[in-house]
C-alpha cells in the first residue's frame, strides 16, 4: 500500500478529532478547517466558505458574538472563553473556544489555530477521564477524588480529615457556619469521598420551598391525588435513592415536615400524596444550617429528635475571618477560575493579597469570589498585574491604577486652592480640578500612556481630556 504524503496525513488527523479545528490567518479569515467546524453553523462547506469563513463579516452580521482570534493576533498569547454561533437554520449553540497564535520569523502572529467544542463535549471528554482516573485510584492511589476544597489553615484541615474519615460511612453529617463559608462544598467534598459519589447529589434549599409545597416536592404524589396533579411526581427524597440527599439551610423546614422527614430517617420509607404504597429508600443525608438548632429546639422551632437524628456527625465551618491562611490559596483559586472564564491573562500585586487578608469577610467565600471576579472585570483589559481591590467598603471610590506603571515609586499628588475658584460653579470646580491631575500626571510620569496607566484611565480617555483642557503634549 502506498503511504500517504504529509499532507494527506495532517488531513486525516485534522477530521478525525471529533470537535471543530480551524487555521485562520491574521485577518480572522479561514484558511482551513475541518468538517467539525462546518457542522457547527449547520450548512454546507460551499455555504461556509461563502458566509462564515470571515470572522470579522461573522461577527458584523451578528453570526458570531464575538471574533476571539482579534484579541490572540492583538495580545500574542492564547485566548480561551465561550463564544455563542447562529446557524444557517437559525439556531444558536454555545462553543467554548482555545484558540493559539503561531507566529511568523519576526514575531508577529501570522495564523491563529484553533479549537471549538460544546458543553457536552467538553463534560463528556471530562467524564471518561474522570471515570479512567477513578478506577486507577481504586485499583493503585489512596482514593482522593475531585479535591475542590482550597485551604491551608489547621482548623480546615482537621475539619476535611475528620469528613474524610466518616465520608465513607452512612451516617447522616450536620453541617454548621455561616453563610459564606463554604457548607455546600463540604457537603459535595463528602458525597465525592463516599461510595454514592457515582450518582449526582441531590441538593435542596429548604428556604426557597414554599411551606405549603413542602410535602408534594419532598414526598412527591400520584397522578390525580389533589387538583392540578395531571401525572406522578417523584418527590425530592426518592429522586435521592442510592445517592446523597443535601438539605441546606435545614432551619427552614416547618415543624410538621420536621416531624415526617424524621419518620422517613427511622423507617428509611416514604408514601407518595394519593398512595398507600411505602417506598423503601436509601439515602445518605447532610444537613446545613447557619443557626443555633439548639436555640431553635428551646424556642420550639425545631424538634429535639430530629436534631439528635441530624447530628450523628457534625462539623462548625469556621468564617474566613478567622483562617486567614486561606484567602491567600483561595483568591489564586479564584482568580484562575475567572480569568480562565473571561480569557485574560492577570495577577495580583502582594499589597492585594494584604489588602484582602486584612479585610474581615462579612460575606466569607462568596464575598471574596465576588470580590476577585468584580475587581477582574472593572479593570483596564491591557493590565496584567493589577494593584487595588475592589471591597464592599470602598463605597464605589474611584481605584487606584490596576498597570504594572503604576507600581512606580510615583505619586500623583494635587494640592487644590478653593479660595482661587471663589464664584465658580461645581462643575467649574471639577473641570479645573481633574485639569490639574491630568497636568501633574504627565508631569510626574512623562508620556501620556504612563499618565493613563497611573491614573486607571485608558490612553484615548487621557487625549479626550488633553484636548478638552487644551493640555500640551
Given at each position: 500500500?502506498?503511504?500517504?504524503?504529509?499532507?494527506e496525513?495532517?488531513?486525516?488527523?485534522?477530521?478525525?478529532?471529533?470537535?471543530?479545528?480551524?487555521?485562520?490567518?491574521?485577518?480572522s479569515?479561514?484558511?482551513?478547517?475541518?468538517e467539525?467546524?462546518?457542522?457547527?453553523?449547520r450548512?454546507?462547506?460551499?455555504?461556509?466558505?461563502?458566509?462564515?469563513?470571515?470572522?470579522?463579516?461573522?461577527?458584523?452580521?451578528?453570526?458570531?458574538?464575538?471574533?476571539?482570534?482579534?484579541?490572540?493576533?492583538?495580545?500574542?498569547?492564547?485566548?480561551?472563553?465561550w463564544?455563542?454561533?447562529?446557524?444557517?437554520?437559525?439556531?444558536?449553540?454555545?462553543?467554548?473556544?482555545?484558540?493559539?497564535?503561531?507566529?511568523?520569523?519576526?514575531?508577529?502572529?501570522?495564523?491563529?489555530?484553533?479549537?471549538?467544542?460544546?458543553?457536552?463535549?467538553?463534560e463528556?471528554?471530562?467524564?471518561?477521564?474522570?471515570?479512567s482516573?477513578?478506577?486507577f485510584?481504586?485499583?493503585?492511589?489512596?482514593?482522593?477524588?475531585?479535591?475542590?476544597?482550597?485551604?491551608?489553615?489547621?482548623?480546615?484541615?482537621e475539619i476535611?480529615?475528620?469528613?474524610?474519615?466518616?465520608?465513607?460511612?452512612?451516617?447522616?453529617?450536620?453541617?454548621?457556619?455561616?453563610?459564606?463559608?463554604?457548607?455546600?462544598?463540604?457537603?459535595?467534598?463528602?458525597?465525592?469521598h463516599?461510595?454514592?459519589?457515582?450518582?449526582?447529589?441531590?441538593?435542596?434549599?429548604?428556604?426557597?420551598?414554599?411551606?405549603?409545597?413542602?410535602?408534594?416536592?419532598?414526598?412527591?404524589?400520584?397522578?390525580?391525588?389533589?387538583?392540578?396533579?395531571?401525572?406522578?411526581?417523584?418527590g425530592?427524597?426518592?429522586?435521592?435513592?442510592?445517592?446523597?440527599?443535601?438539605?441546606?439551610?435545614?432551619?427552614?423546614?416547618?415543624?410538621?415536615?420536621?416531624?415526617?422527614?424524621?419518620?422517613?430517617?427511622e423507617?428509611?420509607?416514604?408514601?407518595?400524596?394519593?398512595?398507600?404504597?411505602?417506598?423503601?429508600?436509601?439515602f445518605?443525608l447532610?444537613?446545613?444550617?447557619?443557626?443555633?438548632?439548639?436555640?431553635?429546639?428551646?424556642?420550639?422551632?425545631?424538634?429535639i429528635?430530629?436534631?439528635?437524628?441530624?447530628?450523628?456527625?457534625?462539623?462548625?465551618?469556621?468564617?474566613?475571618?478567622?483562617?486567614?491562611?486561606?484567602?491567600?490559596?483561595?483568591?489564586?483559586?479564584?482568580l484562575?477560575?475567572?480569568?480562565?472564564?473571561?480569557?485574560?491573562?492577570?495577577?495580583?500585586?502582594?499589597?492585594?493579597?494584604?489588602?484582602?487578608?486584612?479585610?474581615?469577610?462579612?460575606?466569607?467565600?462568596?464575598?471574596?469570589?465576588?470580590?476577585?471576579?468584580?475587581?477582574?472585570?472593572?479593570?483596564?483589559?491591557s493590565a496584567?498585574?493589577?494593584n487595588?481591590?475592589?471591597?464592599?467598603?470602598?463605597?464605589?471610590?474611584?481605584?487606584?491604577?490596576?498597570?504594572?506603571?503604576?507600581?512606580?515609586?510615583?505619586?500623583?499628588?494635587?494640592?487644590?486652592d478653593?479660595?482661587?475658584?471663589?464664584?465658580?460653579?461645581?462643575?467649574?470646580?471639577?473641570?479645573?480640578?481633574?485639569?490639574?491631575?491630568i497636568?501633574?500626571?504627565?508631569?510626574?510620569?512623562?508620556?501620556?500612556?504612563?499618565?493613563?496607566?497611573?491614573?486607571?484611565?485608558?490612553?484615548?480617555?487621557?487625549?479626550?481630556?488633553?484636548?478638552?483642557?487644551?493640555?500640551?503634549?
Amino acid at each position: 500500500m502506498k503511504e500517504r504524503n504529509e499532507e494527506e496525513l495532517l488531513k486525516l488527523i485534522f477530521e478525525n478529532l471529533g470537535v471543530g479545528i480551524f487555521l485562520l490567518d491574521a485577518n480572522s479569515k479561514t484558511v482551513l478547517c475541518n468538517e467539525e467546524t462546518v457542522k457547527m453553523y449547520r450548512c454546507s462547506r460551499n455555504e461556509y466558505e461563502k458566509h462564515y469563513s470571515d470572522g470579522h463579516a461573522a461577527r458584523e452580521s451578528g453570526i458570531v458574538r464575538h471574533c476571539i482570534s482579534d484579541l490572540v493576533v492583538e495580545q500574542k498569547r492564547e485566548v480561551s472563553g465561550w463564544n455563542q454561533i447562529v446557524g444557517a437554520d437559525g439556531t444558536s449553540q454555545l462553543y467554548y473556544y482555545q484558540n493559539k497564535p503561531i507566529f511568523d520569523e519576526n514575531g508577529q502572529v501570522k495564523y491563529v489555530l484553533g479549537m471549538a467544542q460544546t458543553r457536552e463535549q467538553i463534560e463528556s471528554s471530562f467524564h471518561d477521564s474522570v471515570s479512567s482516573l477513578e478506577n486507577f485510584n481504586r485499583t493503585y492511589l489512596v482514593p482522593e477524588l475531585k479535591p475542590k476544597v482550597i485551604y491551608e489553615s489547621k482548623q480546615m484541615k482537621e475539619i476535611v480529615q475528620h469528613l474524610q474519615r466518616v465520608s465513607n460511612t452512612n451516617a447522616n453529617v450536620l453541617l454548621f457556619g455561616e453563610t459564606g463559608v463554604g457548607k455546600d462544598v463540604m457537603a459535595n467534598f463528602i458525597h465525592d469521598h463516599s461510595a454514592y459519589r457515582d450518582n449526582t447529589m441531590v441538593t435542596v434549599n429548604c428556604a426557597a420551598i414554599p411551606p405549603n409545597l413542602f410535602e408534594a416536592e419532598f414526598f412527591g404524589y400520584e397522578k390525580g391525588s389533589f387538583t392540578g396533579a395531571n401525572k406522578m411526581h417523584i418527590g425530592l427524597i426518592e429522586s435521592a435513592n442510592n445517592s446523597t440527599l443535601f438539605l441546606d439551610e435545614i432551619d427552614s423546614m416547618p415543624l410538621e415536615q420536621q416531624g415526617k422527614l424524621l419518620q422517613v430517617l427511622e423507617t428509611k420509607s416514604i408514601r407518595r400524596i394519593g398512595s398507600n404504597q411505602p417506598i423503601q429508600t436509601n439515602f445518605r443525608l447532610i444537613a446545613a444550617t447557619n443557626k443555633n438548632l439548639m436555640q431553635m429546639v428551646n424556642e420550639g422551632k425545631f424538634r429535639i429528635d430530629l436534631y439528635y437524628r441530624l447530628n450523628i456527625v457534625s462539623a462548625t465551618i469556621p468564617p474566613l475571618r478567622q483562617r486567614k491562611e486561606d484567602i491567600r490559596p483561595l483568591v489564586k483559586y479564584f482568580l484562575e477560575q475567572i480569568c480562565t472564564s473571561y480569557g485574560l491573562q492577570k495577577e495580583f500585586s502582594e499589597k492585594v493579597y494584604q489588602q484582602m487578608e486584612n479585610y474581615d469577610w462579612p460575606g466569607n467565600i462568596r464575598e471574596l469570589r465576588n470580590t476577585v471576579e468584580r475587581t477582574v472585570i472593572c479593570s483596564e483589559r491591557s493590565a496584567k498585574v493589577l494593584n487595588y481591590v475592589y471591597l464592599a467598603t470602598d463605597n464605589n471610590i474611584e481605584p487606584e491604577s490596576n498597570d504594572t506603571e503604576s507600581q512606580e515609586s510615583k505619586e500623583v499628588s494635587v494640592r487644590y486652592d478653593f479660595g482661587e475658584q471663589k464664584g465658580a460653579s461645581l462643575k467649574e470646580q471639577m473641570s479645573n480640578y481633574e485639569k490639574q491631575i491630568i497636568e501633574e500626571a504627565l508631569k510626574t510620569y512623562g508620556s501620556p500612556t504612563k499618565a493613563a496607566a497611573a491614573l486607571g484611565v485608558s490612553l484615548s480617555s487621557i487625549s479626550r481630556k488633553m484636548s478638552q483642557y487644551h493640555i500640551e503634549k
